[in-house]
């Protein structure tokens, strides 16, 4: 019978877990579809392309708040085995409060491996192909820039129609090392090429140091050496570092196999700690989150109170979510350490979850 009983626990509450996973997705879908359509809507593509990187988008969303997706889904299976009295009767056959908040639990911790370890990779690189694809088709495509095996490249349009073309061999804090600078006219035609050991980027009046600069004059290039060497660019180290802070196209598996590769090819240290800190947390979240369901829910058997706990559960919902960035903040600020300011919510929320659990095993 206990059998029967488990397996039922287990099979409804991923039915729950299904289920509210499915309206987010369909909800999201909705809501991130006008956006799509708006950037797409001056370009000639069909709107089959909305809608294929609008289905691919909202899976990563998902992953990125199944905290609260586990909340709600766990709030909405307690509650219906409460009111339909399923609740008293896995009471009567032994199950305690503390027994089926255990089972529940333990299936949310599990599920939050799986989806590190197996669907973590596969939304990933959909928000890789989801990425490349509206920066194929970017009204700013005039301004780019990629880092890939090769370095980091950077293109800039300047006055008159020139363009600059930048390439560096890596980062390496705020500087960039073996720097090369190609300027060329409206006709794509070589102006000069500069060649720098290092490139101070901390402001957008780079340094260069120990510079080569070739010009074209009269059919003839002419070369000159400086010690130290300045140009004005529209980025700087803030605004390069902030376009390769989107981690959501780097699963789990690929930041834990290769953060040694990642750090010595010039990722900041800090950034790739608080992606890896933050995924590997989740399981204990989603954990943590069923817990909270838990204490909510299962602490009285009166149906009345459901309106008041729905409330409570999007308080609870929100107040987290703020808690959260607000951890995020203080650690890139340098206020608390980052990987502290990432595992604060789950060292709060397990002081919480482990008093409530107590209290409502006397129940």
Not at 55 to 83: D, E, Q
Not at 207 to 213: A, H, Q
Request: proline share 2%; net charge positive; aromatic share 14%.
């Amino acid at each position: 019978m206990k059998n029967i009983l488990f397996d039922y626990l287990l099979k409804n509450f991923l039915k729950s877990f299904i289920m509210i996973v499915f309206i987010f997705y369909c909800f999201g879908f909705i809501l991130n579809l006008f956006e799509e359509i708006e950037f797409f809507k001056n370009t000639d593509v069909s709107v089959i392309l909305p809608l294929i990187l609008t289905g691919i988008f909202i899976p990563s969303l998902i992953v990125k708040y199944l905290p609260f997706v586990i909340f709600i889904s766990s709030m909405v299976f307690m509650t219906n085995i409460r009111n339909n009295k399923d609740l008293l009767t896995l009471k009567i056959y032994g199950f305690s409060n503390l027994k089926i908040f255990l089972i529940l639990a333990f299936t949310s911790f599990v599920l939050g491996w799986i989806i590190l370890f197996i669907i973590n990779p596969i939304t990933s690189s959909m928000s890789k192909y989801y990425e490349k694809t509206k920066s194929d088709y970017s009204r700013d495509i005039d301004h780019l820039v990629t880092y890939n095996k090769n370095g980091l490249w950077i293109k800039e349009n300047l006055v008159n129609d020139n363009q600059r073309i930048i390439s560096a061999e890596k980062p390496d804090g705020v500087d960039l090392v073996d720097v090369t600078i190609f300027h060329l006219n409206d006709k794509s035609n070589l102006i000069e090429k500069i060649t720098a050991k290092r490139a101070d980027i901390s402001d957008n009046d780079w340094v260069l140091k120990e510079v080569v600069v070739f010009k074209q004059k009269n059919n003839i290039l002419e070369k000159e050496k400086f010690d130290t060497f300045q140009i004005q660019s529209i980025y700087n180290y803030e605004k390069i570092t902030s376009l390769f802070k989107n981690f959501d196209t780097m699963s789990f598996v690929q930041l834990v196999i290769n953060y040694n590769y990642l750090l010595n090819n010039g990722y900041n240290k800090d950034f790739l700690n608080q992606s890896l800190h933050s995924l590997l947390s989740l399981p204990f979240l989603l954990l943590l989150m069923t817990g909270l369901a838990a204490i909510l829910t299962m602490g009285t058997l009166k149906k009345s109170d459901n309106l008041k706990l729905v409330v409570l559960g999007l308080i609870i919902s929100v107040l987290m979510f703020y808690f959260k960035d607000l951890s995020l903040a203080l650690g890139q600020t340098g206020r608390i350490p980052l990987i502290l300011a990432v595992w604060a919510p789950v060292i709060a929320l397990s002081l919480f979850t482990c008093i409530g659990v107590l209290q409502i095993n006397e129940k």
